[in-house]
Protein backbone atom coordinates (compact mmCIF):
# COMPACT_ATOMS: atom_id res chain seq x y z
CA UNK A 1 0.00 0.00 0.00
CA UNK A 2 1.22 3.07 -0.93
CA UNK A 3 1.85 5.77 2.14
CA UNK A 4 2.34 9.15 1.38
CA UNK A 5 1.31 13.11 1.23
CA UNK A 6 -1.44 13.63 -0.80
CA UNK A 7 0.53 16.11 -4.29
CA UNK A 8 -0.96 19.18 -4.65
CA UNK A 9 0.11 21.41 -7.56
CA UNK A 10 2.71 20.97 -10.54
CA UNK A 11 3.90 18.15 -7.81
CA UNK A 12 1.51 15.49 -9.18
CA UNK A 13 2.78 15.12 -12.37
CA UNK A 14 6.70 14.39 -11.22
CA UNK A 15 5.50 11.62 -8.80
CA UNK A 16 6.48 8.44 -10.29
CA UNK A 17 6.50 5.98 -7.19
CA UNK A 18 2.86 4.76 -6.75
CA UNK A 19 1.88 6.06 -9.78
CA UNK A 20 0.46 3.39 -12.87
CA UNK A 21 2.79 5.10 -15.30
CA UNK A 22 5.41 2.35 -14.11
CA UNK A 23 3.00 -0.61 -15.95
CA UNK A 24 1.97 0.44 -18.60
CA UNK A 25 5.20 3.00 -19.97
CA UNK A 26 6.01 0.89 -22.03
CA UNK A 27 2.48 0.63 -24.31
CA UNK A 28 2.16 3.99 -23.27
CA UNK A 29 5.67 5.04 -25.49
CA UNK A 30 4.53 2.58 -28.51
CA UNK A 31 1.07 4.07 -28.72
CA UNK A 32 2.75 7.98 -28.65
CA UNK A 33 5.45 7.02 -31.03
CA UNK A 34 2.71 5.30 -33.30
CA UNK A 35 0.84 8.39 -33.14
CA UNK A 36 3.90 10.70 -33.65
CA UNK A 37 4.42 8.20 -36.99
CA UNK A 38 0.72 9.01 -37.82
CA UNK A 39 1.00 12.45 -37.77
CA UNK A 40 3.99 12.58 -40.02
CA UNK A 41 3.12 10.81 -42.57
CA UNK A 42 -0.37 12.72 -42.32
CA UNK A 43 -2.48 8.75 -41.79
CA UNK A 44 0.34 6.85 -43.79
CA UNK A 45 0.07 9.49 -46.75
CA UNK A 46 3.74 9.37 -47.45
CA UNK A 47 3.11 5.64 -48.23
CA UNK A 48 0.32 6.07 -51.05
CA UNK A 49 -1.87 3.81 -48.54
CA UNK A 50 -3.66 6.53 -46.66
CA UNK A 51 -6.12 5.49 -43.58
CA UNK A 52 -8.86 7.47 -43.10
CA UNK A 53 -11.31 8.04 -40.03
CA UNK A 54 -13.75 9.87 -38.49
CA UNK A 55 -13.64 10.87 -34.91
CA UNK A 56 -17.55 9.87 -34.95
CA UNK A 57 -16.90 6.01 -34.79
CA UNK A 58 -14.19 6.79 -31.64
CA UNK A 59 -17.01 8.64 -29.88
CA UNK A 60 -19.67 5.99 -29.95
CA UNK A 61 -16.87 3.58 -28.57
CA UNK A 62 -15.27 5.79 -26.47
CA UNK A 63 -17.90 6.12 -23.93
CA UNK A 64 -19.10 2.76 -23.69
CA UNK A 65 -15.36 1.64 -23.02
CA UNK A 66 -15.21 4.26 -20.52
CA UNK A 67 -18.38 3.81 -19.02
CA UNK A 68 -17.12 -0.28 -18.89
CA UNK A 69 -13.66 0.71 -17.47
CA UNK A 70 -15.57 2.84 -14.52
CA UNK A 71 -18.06 -0.50 -14.02
CA UNK A 72 -14.92 -3.32 -13.67
CA UNK A 73 -12.99 -0.70 -11.50
CA UNK A 74 -15.70 -0.13 -9.27
CA UNK A 75 -15.63 -4.31 -9.27
CA UNK A 76 -11.98 -4.24 -8.48
CA UNK A 77 -12.60 -1.93 -5.89
CA UNK A 78 -15.33 -3.17 -4.44
CA UNK A 79 -12.76 -6.55 -4.06
CA UNK A 80 -9.88 -4.52 -2.44
CA UNK A 81 -12.32 -2.83 0.10
CA UNK A 82 -14.28 -6.13 1.32
CA UNK A 83 -10.57 -7.75 1.65
CA UNK A 84 -9.43 -4.90 4.21
CA UNK A 85 -12.49 -5.21 6.05
CA UNK A 86 -11.99 -8.84 6.20
CA UNK A 87 -8.85 -7.94 7.56
CA UNK A 88 -10.53 -5.37 10.15
CA UNK A 89 -12.57 -7.93 11.41
CA UNK A 90 -9.93 -10.22 11.97
CA UNK A 91 -7.78 -7.90 13.55
CA UNK A 92 -10.95 -7.02 16.19
CA UNK A 93 -11.64 -10.62 16.74
CA UNK A 94 -8.09 -11.35 17.77
CA UNK A 95 -8.42 -8.81 20.07
CA UNK A 96 -11.48 -9.75 21.62
CA UNK A 97 -10.04 -13.51 21.95
CA UNK A 98 -7.30 -12.56 23.89
CA UNK A 99 -9.43 -10.59 26.24
CA UNK A 100 -12.17 -13.12 26.78
CA UNK A 101 -9.34 -16.06 27.30
CA UNK A 102 -7.79 -13.58 29.95
CA UNK A 103 -11.04 -12.58 31.59
CA UNK A 104 -13.69 -16.01 30.73
CA UNK A 105 -10.90 -19.23 31.41
CA UNK A 106 -10.60 -19.77 35.18
CA UNK A 107 -7.19 -20.61 36.26
CA UNK A 108 -5.49 -20.22 39.32
CA UNK A 109 -3.17 -17.17 38.51
CA UNK A 110 -3.43 -14.58 36.13
CA UNK A 111 -1.46 -14.97 33.06
CA UNK A 112 2.24 -14.69 33.13
CA UNK A 113 4.34 -14.20 30.33
CA UNK A 114 7.28 -16.07 31.94
CA UNK A 115 5.17 -19.46 32.29
CA UNK A 116 4.77 -19.29 27.92
CA UNK A 117 3.01 -21.55 26.27
CA UNK A 118 2.09 -23.69 28.86
CA UNK A 119 -0.67 -21.54 29.80
CA UNK A 120 -3.57 -22.39 27.76
CA UNK A 121 -4.86 -19.06 27.64
CA UNK A 122 -1.34 -17.39 26.16
CA UNK A 123 -0.83 -20.31 23.94
CA UNK A 124 -4.19 -20.05 22.61
CA UNK A 125 -3.47 -15.98 22.18
CA UNK A 126 -0.24 -16.75 20.52
CA UNK A 127 -2.50 -19.27 18.06
CA UNK A 128 -4.60 -16.40 17.20
CA UNK A 129 -1.17 -14.66 16.21
CA UNK A 130 -0.11 -17.53 14.18
CA UNK A 131 -3.67 -18.01 12.45
CA UNK A 132 -2.93 -14.41 10.98
CA UNK A 133 0.27 -15.30 9.66
CA UNK A 134 -0.54 -18.69 8.17
CA UNK A 135 -3.58 -16.88 6.41
CA UNK A 136 -1.36 -14.17 5.29
CA UNK A 137 1.29 -16.76 3.85
CA UNK A 138 -2.02 -19.00 2.43
CA UNK A 139 -3.29 -15.61 0.46
CA UNK A 140 0.34 -14.55 -0.82
CA UNK A 141 1.32 -18.28 -1.51
CA UNK A 142 4.67 -17.28 0.20
CA UNK A 143 6.58 -20.24 2.71
CA UNK A 144 6.92 -19.96 6.22
CA UNK A 145 9.67 -17.67 7.41
CA UNK A 146 9.41 -18.10 10.84
CA UNK A 147 6.83 -16.02 11.66
CA UNK A 148 4.48 -19.06 12.70
CA UNK A 149 6.95 -21.54 13.99
CA UNK A 150 8.18 -18.84 16.38
CA UNK A 151 4.63 -18.55 17.96
CA UNK A 152 4.17 -22.27 18.42
CA UNK A 153 5.53 -25.21 20.49
CA UNK A 154 7.55 -27.38 18.68
CA UNK A 155 5.31 -30.37 18.89
CA UNK A 156 2.52 -28.55 17.72
CA UNK A 157 4.45 -26.43 14.51
CA UNK A 158 5.45 -30.68 13.12
CA UNK A 159 1.92 -30.92 13.20
CA UNK A 160 1.43 -28.32 10.83
CA UNK A 161 4.14 -28.99 8.43
CA UNK A 162 3.02 -30.00 5.36
CA UNK A 163 -0.51 -29.18 5.70
CA UNK A 164 -2.25 -27.43 3.35
CA UNK A 165 -4.59 -25.48 5.36
CA UNK A 166 -2.56 -24.48 8.68
CA UNK A 167 -5.10 -22.18 9.52
CA UNK A 168 -7.49 -25.16 9.62
CA UNK A 169 -5.75 -26.90 11.67
CA UNK A 170 -4.74 -24.41 13.79
CA UNK A 171 -8.39 -23.59 14.94
CA UNK A 172 -9.06 -27.68 15.58
CA UNK A 173 -6.14 -26.97 18.12
CA UNK A 174 -8.12 -24.04 19.43
CA UNK A 175 -11.26 -25.77 19.75
CA UNK A 176 -9.43 -28.71 21.44
CA UNK A 177 -8.09 -26.57 24.20
CA UNK A 178 -11.20 -24.76 24.89
CA UNK A 179 -13.07 -28.55 25.13
CA UNK A 180 -9.96 -29.41 27.53
CA UNK A 181 -11.00 -26.20 29.43
CA UNK A 182 -15.01 -27.24 29.32
CA UNK A 183 -13.90 -31.01 30.62
CA UNK A 184 -11.21 -29.35 33.70
CA UNK A 185 -14.75 -26.97 34.69
CA UNK A 186 -12.02 -24.01 33.92
CA UNK A 187 -14.93 -22.53 32.29
CA UNK A 188 -18.84 -22.70 31.64
CA UNK A 189 -20.46 -24.14 28.96
CA UNK A 190 -22.30 -20.49 28.31
CA UNK A 191 -18.79 -18.53 28.00
CA UNK A 192 -16.90 -21.25 26.59
CA UNK A 193 -19.61 -20.36 23.48
CA UNK A 194 -19.11 -16.99 23.19
CA UNK A 195 -15.39 -18.44 22.60
CA UNK A 196 -16.21 -20.43 20.15
CA UNK A 197 -18.56 -17.54 18.18
CA UNK A 198 -15.23 -15.89 17.98
CA UNK A 199 -13.22 -18.41 16.78
CA UNK A 200 -16.06 -19.19 14.05
CA UNK A 201 -15.77 -15.38 12.97
CA UNK A 202 -11.87 -15.62 12.18
CA UNK A 203 -12.81 -18.88 10.48
CA UNK A 204 -15.63 -17.04 8.41
CA UNK A 205 -13.01 -13.97 7.79
CA UNK A 206 -10.47 -16.77 6.51
CA UNK A 207 -12.76 -18.55 4.13
CA UNK A 208 -14.14 -14.82 2.57
CA UNK A 209 -10.47 -13.85 2.13
CA UNK A 210 -9.89 -17.31 0.14
CA UNK A 211 -13.54 -16.79 -1.81
CA UNK A 212 -11.87 -13.63 -3.06
CA UNK A 213 -8.11 -15.20 -3.67
CA UNK A 214 -9.85 -18.05 -5.66
CA UNK A 215 -12.76 -15.84 -7.73
CA UNK A 216 -11.25 -13.34 -9.63
CA UNK A 217 -13.46 -11.22 -12.41
CA UNK A 218 -14.65 -13.68 -15.51
CA UNK A 219 -11.08 -13.29 -17.53
CA UNK A 220 -13.64 -13.43 -20.44
CA UNK A 221 -14.75 -9.96 -19.55
CA UNK A 222 -10.92 -8.89 -18.35
CA UNK A 223 -10.15 -9.91 -22.11
CA UNK A 224 -12.58 -7.87 -24.00
CA UNK A 225 -11.76 -4.46 -21.82
CA UNK A 226 -8.68 -5.50 -22.68
CA UNK A 227 -8.58 -5.80 -26.53
CA UNK A 228 -11.25 -3.21 -26.88
CA UNK A 229 -8.95 -0.31 -25.22
CA UNK A 230 -5.58 -1.41 -27.07
CA UNK A 231 -7.65 -1.32 -30.07
CA UNK A 232 -9.06 2.14 -29.49
CA UNK A 233 -5.94 3.86 -28.04
CA UNK A 234 -3.88 2.36 -31.49
CA UNK A 235 -6.30 3.64 -34.25
CA UNK A 236 -7.00 7.13 -32.22
CA UNK A 237 -4.34 8.54 -33.80
CA UNK A 238 -5.90 7.54 -37.68
CA UNK A 239 -9.42 9.39 -36.62
CA UNK A 240 -7.52 12.73 -35.36
CA UNK A 241 -4.61 13.40 -37.41
CA UNK A 242 -7.39 15.42 -40.13
CA UNK A 243 -8.83 17.31 -37.35
CA UNK A 244 -5.96 18.38 -34.64
CA UNK A 245 -2.78 17.92 -36.66
CA UNK A 246 0.76 18.12 -34.56
CA UNK A 247 -1.62 17.45 -31.49
CA UNK A 248 -2.53 14.21 -31.94
CA UNK A 249 0.07 12.55 -29.88
CA UNK A 250 -0.52 15.09 -26.76
CA UNK A 251 -4.09 14.20 -27.12
CA UNK A 252 -3.65 10.14 -27.64
CA UNK A 253 -1.14 10.35 -24.86
CA UNK A 254 -3.64 11.95 -22.45
CA UNK A 255 -6.11 9.10 -23.98
CA UNK A 256 -4.07 6.64 -23.67
CA UNK A 257 -2.45 7.03 -20.62
CA UNK A 258 -6.43 7.31 -18.94
CA UNK A 259 -7.81 4.11 -20.68
CA UNK A 260 -4.20 1.36 -20.33
CA UNK A 261 -3.93 3.61 -16.31
CA UNK A 262 -7.53 2.57 -15.93
CA UNK A 263 -7.23 -1.08 -16.96
CA UNK A 264 -3.44 -1.50 -15.18
CA UNK A 265 -5.07 -0.39 -12.09
CA UNK A 266 -8.40 -2.78 -12.11
CA UNK A 267 -5.71 -5.27 -12.53
CA UNK A 268 -3.64 -4.50 -9.90
CA UNK A 269 -6.50 -4.17 -7.10
CA UNK A 270 -8.37 -6.90 -8.57
CA UNK A 271 -6.19 -8.92 -6.44
CA UNK A 272 -5.59 -7.47 -2.97
CA UNK A 273 -3.58 -9.80 -0.94
CA UNK A 274 -0.52 -9.89 -3.56
CA UNK A 275 2.68 -7.70 -2.78
CA UNK A 276 2.36 -4.91 -5.56
CA UNK A 277 2.50 -1.27 -4.03
CA UNK A 278 -1.34 -0.62 -4.07
CA UNK A 279 -2.39 -4.26 -2.82
CA UNK A 280 -3.21 -4.60 1.45
CA UNK A 281 -0.05 -4.07 3.34
CA UNK A 282 -1.21 -7.50 4.88
CA UNK A 283 2.47 -7.85 6.62
CA UNK A 284 1.86 -4.24 8.62
CA UNK A 285 -2.02 -6.05 9.65
CA UNK A 286 0.17 -8.77 10.83
CA UNK A 287 2.63 -7.34 13.21
CA UNK A 288 -0.65 -4.96 14.14
CA UNK A 289 -2.01 -8.29 15.84
CA UNK A 290 1.13 -9.55 17.05
CA UNK A 291 1.98 -6.77 18.85
CA UNK A 292 -1.63 -5.67 20.36
CA UNK A 293 -2.09 -9.29 21.51
CA UNK A 294 1.48 -9.20 23.07
CA UNK A 295 0.52 -6.59 24.83
CA UNK A 296 -2.17 -7.99 26.16
CA UNK A 297 -0.62 -10.22 27.89
CA UNK A 298 1.29 -8.10 29.45
CA UNK A 299 5.01 -8.45 27.52
CA UNK A 300 7.26 -5.48 27.24
CA UNK A 301 9.52 -6.48 24.58
CA UNK A 302 7.30 -6.03 21.55
CA UNK A 303 8.37 -6.22 17.98
CA UNK A 304 8.59 -2.59 16.36
CA UNK A 305 5.52 -1.94 13.67
CA UNK A 306 6.74 -1.74 10.17
CA UNK A 307 7.39 1.34 8.59
CA UNK A 308 7.11 2.24 4.53
CA UNK A 309 9.93 1.78 2.58
CA UNK A 310 9.71 3.94 -0.54
CA UNK A 311 6.22 4.92 0.74
CA UNK A 312 5.22 1.18 0.07
CA UNK A 313 4.03 -0.77 3.23
CA UNK A 314 3.65 -4.07 2.68
Not at 60 to 89: C, H, M
Not at 185 to 198: C, F, H, K
Not at 265 to 277: Q, R
Amino acid sequence: MIVRDRPSGLRMFLLIRGSVLQQIRTVLLVNILLATLVTITHGGAAFSHKITLTAIPFTLIGLPLAIFLGFRNTAAYDRYWEARKLWGELLLRCRNLSRQCQSLIDLPAPVQPAAGLDDVRTRMVYRAMAFCHALRQQLRDVPDHGEVQALLQPTEWQALAGKHSKTEVLMQHMGADLQQCLRARQIDGPLAANIDNTLSAMVAAAASCERIKHSPLPFSYTLLLHRTAYMYCFLLPFGLVDTIGFMTPFVVGIVAYTFFGLDALGDEIEEPFGMSPNDLPLDAICRTVEINLRESLGETDLPAPLQPKDYCLL
